[in-house]
C-alpha cells in the first residue's frame, strides 16, 4: 500500500466535495455521495428522473468542484453519431482532411436526455464508454483521463424516447434517481436564489483533475477479503436464479459491485469493505443490470425490488469469516 493513501485524508477530500455540490444539489446529499462513489470509481452514471429535479445541475457541479474539462450533449432525435464522436473535414490550405474532435473528447461528459435519440447514436458513446478511445476514418484515437459520462434520462413513458440497449445500460456503473426535496429544502432553495441575486450558483474547487486522480488511484488500495468477495459472486448468482428476473447479473455486474462497494468503503473512512457497504450499494449497482420476466410488468414491480429480495436471500459473510479469509 503507498505510504501517501491516507483513508481519513480521502474521506475528509470526499466530503468537501460532497459539501460544494451539496451547496447547488440542495436535500440530496446522498445521491451526491452515491454519485461521487461512482466518479471516483471510474465509472458513469445514469441518472433517471423527472425533469427539473437537478440532473443536469449536478453534473455541472462535479466537474467545477473536480476542475474536470466539461462539455455538454443535448441528445435529440436528429442528432448524428459523428455529432457525438467528430468527423473529418477537407481543409483545403492542405489539400487533405483533418479530424475535428466532438464534444466526446472531454474529462466530464454530460448526455443530457441520453433516450431521446435513436440507438444508433446512443451506441456512438460505447467504445468510448468501455474502451476509453473513438476509432473514425479507421484511426484510434485515445481520450484524456478521466473520461466520465454523466448520462440523464427522462422516463420512457415520457413520447419521443427511445429505450437504451441493454449493452448500454450495462456500461453504466449506477443507476439513481434524485427525487423531490422535501418542501423545507425546497424553500431554502427559493431562498438561496434571492440571495444570489443570480440563477448561477457558484462552485468552488476543492481538488483539480491531477488530485482527482490520485483520489481514484486510492480507491484500489481498498482491501476486499476473500469472504467479501464470495458474497458479492454470491448475489450475482441470486439475481440469476430469482424467479422473478428474466436475466440476471453478468460478471460485469460482479465487477461494478466490487468498485462501488470499495467507494463507499473508502468515502466512509475505511480501507477495507464490509458486508454493509456492499448492501448499500446493490440495488443501484445491479437493479439496471437485471430484466423482469414479462408477466410481472403489469404488475409495476421493479428490479430494485427483486435485487432487494436477492440480498434478503444471501447469507451475510461474519467477522470470524472475514478475519478468516484476509
Not at 81 to 103: H, K, L
Not at 136 to 143: A, F, I, K, V
Not at 190 to 202: A, M, S
Amino acid at each position: 500500500m503507498p505510504e501517501r493513501f491516507d483513508p481519513k485524508r480521502l474521506q475528509e477530500q470526499a466530503e468537501r466535495i460532497i459539501d460544494e455540490v451539496s451547496r447547488a444539489v440542495v436535500g440530496k446529499r446522498e445521491a451526491v455521495k452515491l454519485a461521487l462513489v461512482a466518479l471516483l470509481s471510474d465509472g458513469h452514471i445514469l441518472i433517471e428522473d423527472l425533469p427539473g429535479l437537478g440532473k443536469t445541475l449536478m453534473a455541472r457541479s462535479f466537474a467545477a468542484a473536480m476542475e474536470l474539462d466539461f462539455k455538454r450533449i443535448q441528445f435529440t432525435p436528429d442528432l448524428m453519431p459523428a455529432d457525438v464522436t467528430g468527423t473529418s473535414i477537407y481543409n483545403q490550405s492542405t489539400s487533405g482532411f483533418e479530424f475535428r474532435q466532438g464534444p466526446v473528447f472531454t474529462n466530464l461528459l454530460l448526455a443530457d436526455e441520453i433516450n431521446r435519440a435513436p440507438a444508433k447514436t446512443q451506441a456512438a458513446l460505447l467504445e468510448a464508454m468501455q474502451e476509453r478511445q473513438v476509432t473514425t476514418d479507421g484511426e484510434t484515437r485515445h481520450l484524456a483521463k478521466p473520461f466520465l459520462v454523466i448520462a440523464t434520462q427522462n422516463p420512457l413513458e415520457f413520447e419521443g424516447t427511445y429505450p437504451l440497449p441493454e449493452a448500454q445500460l450495462d456500461r453504466f456503473l449506477i443507476r439513481l434517481t434524485i427525487g423531490y426535496p422535501d418542501e423545507e429544502n425546497e424553500a431554502h432553495i427559493l431562498e438561496q436564489r434571492v440571495e444570489r441575486r443570480q440563477d448561477e450558483i457558484p462552485i468552488s474547487p476543492v481538488v483539480d483533475r491531477a488530485g482527482f486522480l490520485e483520489l481514484q488511484k486510492n480507491i484500489e488500495w481498498v482491501h476486499v477479503s476473500r469472504a467479501i468477495a464470495r458474497y458479492i459472486v454470491a448475489l450475482v448468482s441470486a439475481t440469476r436464479s430469482n424467479n422473478q428476473l428474466q436475466v440476471g447479473a453478468s460478471p460485469r455486474g460482479a465487477l461494478a459491485l466490487l468498485k462501488v462497494a470499495r467507494g463507499w468503503a473508502a468515502l466512509d473512512g475505511r480501507d477495507y469493505v464490509l458486508p454493509d457497504d456492499v448492501k448499500a450499494v446493490a440495488v443501484p449497482t445491479l437493479a439496471h443490470r437485471v430484466s423482469l420476466k414479462p408477466e410481472l410488468w403489469i404488475q409495476e414491480r421493479g428490479t430494485e425490488q427483486a435485487v432487494l429480495e436477492s440480498l434478503q436471500n444471501v447469507p451475510t459473510p461474519s467477522a470470524a469469516e472475514m478475519l478468516r479469509e484476509t
